[in-house]
């Protein structure tokens, strides 16, 4: 199994709503990230786990929630979102350490209205 | 601010013809990697060249890294129609156990029937 697999696909939501998105695999891999990806843009980070430990923030706002419940599962807790929160969300994995080859979800196709 | 600066931008050829994308970065690498985006969807990943690697192949895929130049490159021969997509280098930033992948700005390839 080479898949992460993220849920939902799509996501609209209002200002004052909380949701979540998930992201899972199965490979063994002890490092998972979410990017944030605006149209025409590269991925931006925006937090790495590594052992469950989450070791990079990006200095993302706080309505976004990062958790790492084992190390098959991902999830990013969005509460109190803006309009222009509205992006692709992308969930990845790795071998820890390092980057050696990273494998992305399909994303979160994430509409804040 | 993104490690990596792609150009061209964006690359319209026709089918059959090869497809060349450069990537510029600024500080020194452990390796390099390049990714491939079809339109809103995941990333997938295509070759890691090393830092003491010049050139590295796989199928119809060439990418040749100057170091000197901080510099690299990814040629796509015989395009096809299925090639579209937009293409990323990325390159590792941060200390052990604190890596992050950050990725250049893209080219948007086209390959024309």
């Known amino acids: 199994d080479t898949e992460v697999t993220q849920t939902p696909k799509h996501l609209v939501m209002g200002m004052t709503n909380k949701k979540s998105l998930k992201c899972e695999q199965h490979m063994g891999h002890r490092a998972m990230y979410w990017y944030k990806q605006k149209a025409k843009k590269p991925p931006e980070l925006m937090f790495v786990y590594s052992y469950e430990k989450l070791s990079i923030n990006e200095s993302v706002p706080s309505r976004f929630s990062p958790e790492c419940p084992n190390s098959s599962l991902l999830n990013l807790h969005l509460h109190a979102l803006q309009p222009e929160d509205s992006a692709l969300y992308l969930c990845a994995s790795s071998q820890v350490p390092g980057w050696r080859k990273a494998f992305f979800g399909q994303g979160t196709r994430l509409t804040v209205v | 601010s993104q490690q990596g600066e792609e150009d061209p931008q964006a690359l319209s050829i026709q089918e059959g013809e090869n497809a060349t994308m450069n990537c510029s970065y600024k500080?020194?690498?452990?390796?390099l990697q390049w990714y491939r985006q079809n339109s809103g969807r995941g990333l997938v990943h295509l070759i890691l060249?090393?830092?003491?690697?010049r050139e590295k192949h796989s199928g119809r895929l060439r990418v040749t890294l100057d170091t000197s130049k901080k510099s690299s490159s990814l040629l796509i021969t015989a395009s096809r129609a299925a090639d579209t997509a937009s293409y990323f280098c990325?390159?590792?930033?941060?200390?052990?156990?604190?890596?992050?992948?950050?990725f250049g700005q893209g080219t948007r390839l086209t390959i024309n029937p």
């Open positions: 500080t020194s690498i452990n390796n």
């Open positions: 060249i090393r830092s003491n690697e």
């Open positions: 990325a390159t590792e930033k941060g200390t052990q156990g604190a890596q992050k992948l950050v």
